[in-house]
């Protein structure tokens, strides 16, 4: 089998869980040396030993080195077979990362496959499972990409305990789509999720956002999770243009008012409207897999992330195409060619 040689000191976790969902994509298997080597806890954690041992499950794949703490890995995959999966994290690591490593490979099966995973659902470093649902499975729709997310339980560090259950549709071929105008803005919407916390605190959450954009403030907008497993708080905003939707987080931190978690959303939030780019900065870098698998593709975006680079990179490795990047007033436009 055809191996690609991996330094996995160029990047995190992403690193990795692309390198995954690549292997399992074209059948290339990889071999990646000094895993988040550059990290204060280099190698394999929970989540992402997760991720490996659920690719390996999905494809029959031969793996060396899937271990705590591994600072290398080889993998070697077989078929990608659709089915009932569940894979538990054991941590509050991320269940939504674990979802993202799965998918494309689960869409080019033959038929319909679900997913329930088990552990972090909204983690201040991973995209929660309200922007999954609200912003990323909607995008990867306009390519053609038929899958849907239940949130079961929320979970949140250090508890975890979270519960998600994902149904995706056979997707032989993506369309190939330009993200490039989001469109007159249509509505802006707030919710708050507070677990083991007053819900007195998301109400002043909501209030500020309230005073800032005018969305409803209404208590039905604050979810309090019971029985709560842990503490945890996430302040979020959908913000639907006529093209696209965004959406973004804050998380609660201990210390941190209410006001405080609102107005960094604010400000987040803000920032997305003056801009003016279609793509927000974290869904830009989780476009670029299903670009690349439609063939083609471009958005706009208000910068270049690392993660953007190293991901892009990355794929053009595994897959007979080309990135680029070029800024055009006041924001980037990114497009894909093979």
Request: charged share 15%.
């Amino acid at each position: 089998m055809e191996m690609i040689e991996i330094d996995g000191s160029q990047g995190g976790g992403q690193l990795l869980r692309s390198a995954l969902s690549l292997s399992l994509c074209t059948g290339i298997g990889f071999a990646m040396q000094d895993i988040r080597a550059k990290r204060p806890r280099p190698g394999l954690m929970r989540q992402h030993l997760t991720a490996v041992n659920a690719a390996a499950r999905i494809s029959g794949a031969q793996v060396e080195g899937a271990a705590l703490g591994a600072t290398t890995l080889r993998f070697a995959p077989g078929p990608v077979q659709a089915g009932d999966y569940q894979f538990a994290i054991g941590s509050a690591g991320s269940a939504t990362l674990v979802l993202q490593t799965l998918l494309p490979a689960l869409w080019q099966a033959a038929s319909p496959s679900r997913l329930r995973l088990e552990g972090g659902t909204h983690n201040p470093m991973a995209p929660s499972a309200d922007f999954i649902s609200s912003c990323y499975l909607p995008a990867l729709a306009r390519m053609g990409v038929q899958a849907e997310l239940q949130l079961h339980v929320p979970g949140f560090h250090p508890a975890g305990g979270g519960v998600l259950e994902a149904t995706v549709q056979a997707c032989p071929q993506l369309q190939a789509q330009a993200f490039s105008v989001r469109g007159p803005l249509q509505t802006l919407d707030a919710q708050v999720l507070v677990s083991g916390l007053p819900a007195a605190i998301g109400q002043r959450e909501l209030d500020v956002l309230a005073q800032r954009f005018g969305v409803d403030a209404h208590p039905r907008h604050v979810r309090v999770v019971r029985p709560a497993l842990g503490p945890g708080n996430v302040a979020s905003m959908t913000v639907q243009h006529a093209a696209h939707v965004e959406h973004f987080d804050s998380h609660g931190e201990r210390g941190l008012a209410a006001e405080d978690v609102a107005g960094r959303l604010a400000a987040t939030v803000q920032a997305y409207l003056d801009g003016g780019a279609c793509v927000g900065e974290h869904l830009s870098d989780q476009l670029l897999l299903p670009m690349a698998l439609a063939g083609g593709g471009s958005f706009t975006t208000a910068l270049i992330s690392d993660h953007l680079r190293s991901n892009a990179r990355l794929i053009e490795k595994f897959l007979p195409v080309e990135f680029d990047w070029q800024q055009r007033g006041p924001h980037w436009e990114v497009w894909v060619n093979r």
